[in-house]
């Protein structure tokens, strides 16, 4: 699975940004998909992530009410909608996926995911 993520770019705080994720050598509709960021001296940490099904999602704390992970299996994309970005959130975003039988598990670490993407960068003024 190969995974090509866009939609980053140059924002100011208060803004928002819709993130998108391609995928593309199969279809991910048995994937779990997620998003992570890593920002500049800091470890990847993960931001959203949505269960194959769609059943399930999970977020950090600090996005929970901002930002939404959705996915259309038709077109096999994964998206992020953040609103109300904040200076702090400058960082690469990574989409990644987790082949899985289950229809509700979204793994919340960056060792339960098997393909990561090149990552897109969100930059936040203040």
């Known amino acids: 699975v190969q995974l090509q993520a866009s939609g980053g770019g140059l924002v100011q705080a208060g803004d928002s940004l819709r993130l998108s994720c391609k995928a593309s050598?199969?279809?991910?509709?048995?994937?779990?998909l997620a998003w992570f960021r890593q920002a500049p001296g800091k470890e990847r940490e993960f931001v959203a992530g949505?269960?194959?099904?769609?059943?399930?999602?999970a977020y950090h704390d600090s996005v929970k009410d901002r930002f939404t992970i959705s996915r259309d299996n038709t077109k096999n994309t994964v998206y992020l909608q953040m609103d109300s970005l904040q200076p702090e959130e400058t960082a690469v975003y990574y989409c990644?996926?987790?082949?899985?039988?289950?229809?509700?598990?979204?793994?919340?670490?960056?060792?339960?995911?098997?393909?990561w993407g090149q990552g897109t960068l969100v930059t936040v003024s203040s």
């Open positions: 990644t996926a987790k082949s899985t039988i289950y229809p509700t598990y979204v793994p919340p670490t960056v060792a339960g995911y098997d393909y």
């Open positions: 050598g199969r279809t991910v509709s048995g994937y779990a």
């Open positions: 949505i269960s194959r099904g769609g059943v399930s999602t």
